[in-house]
Each structure stands twice: as C-alpha cells, then as structure tokens.
Nanobody, 114 residues
Framework: VQLQASGGGLVQPGGSLRLSCAAS????????MGWYRQAPGKERELVAS???????NYANSVKGRFTISRDKLRKTLYLQMNSLKPEDTAVYYC?????????WGQGTLVTVSS
C-alpha cells in the first residue's frame, strides 16, 4: 500500500483545512485507518482513527473540532480540521494498519499562525 497525503498549508487561527490521503495498491487486510501528527520537538501522536465498522476515535485535544472520514472503497481518507489552533501546527501523517503491517504517508505540514 502506498499512501499520498495532501491538503496541508498555512492557515490562521480559527480557520479550517481538509487533509486527504490517497491509497494505491491492495488494501486487503487493512483494518484501521488514521491520522497522526508530529510537532517540532515532540513525539508522533494519534489524532484520529476510523475502524471497519465506521466507528471513530479522537485525541481529546481535537474532539469536536476534527472529523475523520473515508470514501466507500476506503481508498481515500480525510481529516476535516476546523477551529484550528496554533498548537495544531505539525506534520500530519496518514496511516493504514492491518495484519500485513502498518503503512505511512509522507506527511503534510499544517501551520496555524497569524
């Protein structure tokens, strides 16, 4: 599986961005899809994940502001980010995981600044 993340950029506090992650190759056996982020000097952290049932999970810091979703074929993963804060500044990575292993996108930079 190859993942290509896009949609990052510079946005003012309070603004919105939508990240996308396009998957190529077979996703057979992929179970969990998610978004992680890594801010400068910090460890990578889970932002949101979506499961085969469609249930979702969010980090406390983004609950109510971010929404994870996917298309029907599970070939594209999205992260809608609203009410962005400076502390959301990070490189965002998409991840597909299953019994075959974990696959990562290349990361897309989100900068929240006035």
């Amino acid at each position: 599986v190859q993942l290509q993340a896009s949609g990052g950029g510079l946005v003012q506090p309070g603004g919105s961005l939508r990240l996308s992650c396009a998957a190529s190759g077979s996703i057979t056996g992929i179970n969990v899809m998610g978004w992680y982020r890594q801010a400068p000097g910090k460890e990578r952290e889970l932002v949101a994940s979506i499961f085969p049932s469609g249930s979702t999970n969010y980090a406390n810091s983004v609950k109510g502001r971010f929404t994870i979703s996917r298309d029907k074929l599970r070939k594209t993963l999205y992260l809608q980010m609203n009410s962005l804060k400076p502390e959301d500044t990070a490189v965002y990575y998409c991840n597909y995981s299953g019994h075959r292993g974990a696959y990562w996108g290349q990361g897309t930079l989100v900068t929240v600044s006035s």
